[in-house]
């Protein structure tokens, strides 16, 4: 089994920063491709960012230039720096993780961090 768990979540003024990370845990044998989408009030989930286990990335073009996603492999963990935070910021963001256990290759989902930013 495995598990992620998101922190780093909160509350920010329009133009602020906040910085997400997600750690994954169990019998992860690797992970390939990390990633963080959100969700706001009425609207369908949709990727933020995504990073790939040599490094290369990927992200929205409502967040290029604002947001920055990392990983740590020896951590098994991702991170998200979001900069010059906007309102249509705010929404749940939940990372996931593309893991090969010594069984199975399957997508885990952390349980999700609210952003709210305020105007």
């Known amino acids: 089994q495995v598990q992620l768990v998101e922190s780093g979540g909160g509350s920010a003024q329009a133009g602020g920063s906040l910085t997400l990370s997600c750690a994954a845990s169990?019998?992860?044998?690797?992970?390939?491709?990390m990633g963080w989408y959100r969700q706001a009030p009425g609207k369908q989930r949709e990727l933020v960012a995504s990073?790939?286990?040599?490094?290369?990335?990927n992200y929205a073009d409502s967040v290029k230039g604002r947001f920055t996603i990392s990983r740590d492999n020896a951590k098994n963990s991702v991170y998200l720096q979001m900069n010059n935070l906007k309102p249509e910021d705010t929404g749940v963001y939940s990372c996931n993780a593309d893991v090969n256990t010594y069984t199975a290759f399957r997508t885990y989902w952390g349980q999700g961090t609210q952003v709210t930013v305020a105007s």
């Open positions: 169990g019998n992860i044998f690797s992970i390939s491709t």
């Open positions: 990073i790939a286990n040599i490094g290369i990335t």
